[in-house]
């Protein structure tokens, strides 16, 4: 069975053709990260990567599709390290959302270009920046309807969306002051903890 990368291009079998063709994916990462998708061209591209525009061709159809590729190696990287921590998560269903935020926010701290990519498919193409978030909330549907965790008439999607948005923007914060820090983080948590669990009902209690 093909992966999702696979879906998109061929994969090279050869060593020296895998070389080339994660050489133009690095390459084409920097560049859509730095100076955006339109303003990057395939020659841009070939000559950051140190090979001709014809070798661009041998693995890609066209900058789109390099594209879409990033975006979805992109996902597919958050998924693989969630999947790679989700043994160390205990606990009931609000503390595991709080560490897989927590996951998610000290990968996205070292993966800071995701923002820019992920953010920028919604002016290049809406129908591929909305099968982003939705591919990755509907992940989680399956696991949090069979345990039953959620309260009677909560939907998990919206769930699912909720604590995506959650770490989305607690994400960006923490890129955008660049502290990624032991107290920052456990502030975040504690703030989550809270927030996920009681709510603004414990702020109106006091």
């Known amino acids: 069975m093909n992966s999702k990368l696979d879906l998109v291009v061929v994969i090279p079998e050869s060593e020296e053709g895998r070389r080339s063709f994660d050489r133009l994916v690095k390459a084409a990462e920097e560049l859509f990260s730095q100076q955006g998708y339109r303003s990057t061209t395939i020659k841009d591209i070939a000559q950051s990567a140190g090979l001709s525009v014809g070798a661009f061709y041998i693995y890609f159809r066209s900058k789109y599709q390099i594209y ?4 979805q190696s992109f996902a597919l990287r958050l998924q693989n390290y969630l999947d790679s921590r989700a043994g160390k998560i205990t606990g009931d269903l609000i503390e595991r959302q709080v560490e897989y935020i927590m996951e998610f926010i000290g990968f996205a701290y070292k993966n800071p270009a995701c ?63 660049n502290d990624a820090g032991p107290e920052q983080m456990e502030k975040i948590r504690q703030t989550l903890r809270i927030l996920l669990r009681s709510g603004l009902s414990k702020a109106e209690e006091e």
């Open 68 to 71: 879409v590729y990033i975006m």
């Open 115 to 177: 923002y820019n990519l992920i953010f920028e498919s919604l002016y290049i193409d809406r129908d591929l920046f909305l099968q982003y978030y939705y591919q990755y909330a509907q992940r989680y549907v399956p696991a949090l309807t069979k345990s039953r965790a959620l309260p009677e008439g909560m939907d998990p999607m919206l769930w699912s969306f909720i604590n995506m948005g959650i770490g989305n923007f607690i994400g960006l914060k923490v890129l955008a002051e």
